[in-house]
């Protein structure tokens, strides 16, 4: 399976998170926006995971310190391969969350990247800027409550891949298990 731990977040930050969405695609000559359903932040990507290692990082996920309640969403960004973002401001406790999971994982055997770690959420692919270097300012800050840490699984096929949610830890603290999908 190919996985990858993530930040979910609510229903509310998904809205604000698609306006900003529709507002950097409405200013490109061409742009592939992300599903609302799809919209997460990436915290460590694991890549093809045997079915029987899912306990291992279950139990990672469950040792975690509490991730933050919420983020501070200051800024949009791109990538140099077309994919343009939103991110929040510094947050320490999300750096520690980081780090802390990175550290866990390597623990337990598993592959980490070892890039620097740029807190973002992809909101659009294949962007094309109607100007070279053109990219809208985020104008109104917004903070986002974190759903969740989770566990999800990544299916490739043709267009977007589709996102499962396998595993999930609210920011509040203890497992809840397989999260309800709203």
């Given at each position: 399976?190919?996985?990858?731990?993530?930040?979910?977040?609510?229903?509310?930050?998904?809205?604000?998170?698609t306006?900003v969405?529709?507002k950097?695609?409405?200013?490109?000559?061409?742009?592939?926006?992300?599903?609302?359903?799809?919209?997460?932040?990436t915290?460590?990507?694991?890549g093809?995971?045997?079915?029987?290692?899912?306990?291992a990082?279950?139990?990672?996920?469950?040792?975690?310190?509490?991730?933050?309640?919420?983020?501070?969403?200051?800024?949009?960004?791109?990538?140099?391969?077309g994919?343009?973002?939103?991110?929040?401001?510094?947050?320490p406790p999300?750096?520690?969350?980081?780090?802390?999971?990175?550290h866990?994982?390597?623990?337990?055997?598993f592959?980490?990247?070892?890039?620097?770690?740029?807190?973002?959420?992809t909101?659009?692919?294949?962007v094309?800027?109607?100007a070279p270097?053109?990219?809208?300012?985020?104008?109104?800050?917004?903070?986002?409550?974190?759903?969740?840490?989770?566990?999800?699984?990544?299916?490739l096929?043709?267009?977007?891949?589709?996102?499962t949610?396998l595993?999930?830890?609210?920011?509040?603290?203890?497992?809840?298990?397989?999260?309800?999908?709203?």
């Amino acid at each position: 399976m190919r996985l990858f731990i993530a930040l979910r977040f609510d229903e509310r930050a998904l809205k604000q998170l698609t306006a900003v969405q529709g507002k950097l695609c409405r200013s490109a000559a061409r742009c592939s926006p992300v599903q609302r359903d799809s919209l997460h932040m990436t915290l460590a990507f694991l890549g093809e995971v045997e079915n029987a290692r899912t306990a291992a990082l279950k139990h990672i996920l469950d040792g975690l310190d509490p991730a933050p309640s919420s983020l501070r969403f200051e800024t949009v960004g791109s990538f140099a391969n077309g994919i343009w973002w939103c991110g929040p401001g510094r947050s320490p406790p999300l750096t520690r969350l980081h780090s802390q999971l990175r550290h866990a994982l390597r623990e337990q055997g598993f592959a980490v990247e070892d890039r620097p770690f740029v807190p973002h959420v992809t909101l659009a692919r294949r962007v094309v800027p109607n100007a070279p270097g053109a990219l809208p300012q985020l104008q109104h800050p917004f903070a986002a409550q974190v759903r969740s840490v989770s566990l999800m699984r990544s299916q490739l096929g043709k267009g977007a891949p589709a996102y499962t949610e396998l595993y999930a830890v609210p920011p509040g603290r203890h497992s809840a298990g397989p999260m309800q999908h709203q």
